[in-house]
């Protein structure tokens, strides 16, 4: 069974950057399109960024935001930069086999997901 743990979050002023990360365990990440979602408070869950297995990325937020992989860690990144207080939001990380990023990103095709972590961005 795949586990996701997410870590990286917390307290940023605007402007300012925050690298996500999410490992796994229970299963190798090869096989797994991965991406990031974000809950804002009263809002549903919407698409960040996807990574197929192959590299290739769904960006939803128009490049402040980049996802990575590094397989041999296993794990996922998304390096957040000029952020807003809009961006506020519990992030997630997200993953699936056999699945496209767009369909992941935009539709929440998603068997896997963190437990998420809280990112602030306020004065």
């Known amino acids: 069974q795949l586990q996701l743990v997410e870590s990286g979050g917390g307290l940023v002023q605007p402007g300012g950057s925050l690298r996500l990360s999410c490992t796994a365990s229970?299963?190798?990440?090869?096989?797994?399109?991965l991406g990031w979602f974000r809950q804002a408070p009263g809002k549903e869950r919407e698409g960040v960024s996807c990574?197929?297995?192959?590299?290739a990325i769904t960006d939803l937020l128009a490049g402040r935001f980049a996802i990575s992989r590094d397989n041999g860690k296993n794990t996922v990144y998304l390096q957040m930069n000029s952020l807003k207080p809009e961006d506020t939001a519990i992030y997630y990380c997200?993953?699936?086999?056999?699945?496209?990023?767009?369909?992941?990103?935009?539709?929440?095709?998603?068997?896997?997901w963190g437990q998420g972590t809280q990112v602030t961005v306020s004065t």
């Open positions: 990574i197929s297995t192959s590299g």
């Open positions: 997200a993953a699936r086999t056999a699945t496209t990023i767009g369909r992941m990103c935009l539709r929440g095709a998603v068997d896997y």
């Open positions: 229970g299963a190798i990440l090869t096989n797994y399109t």
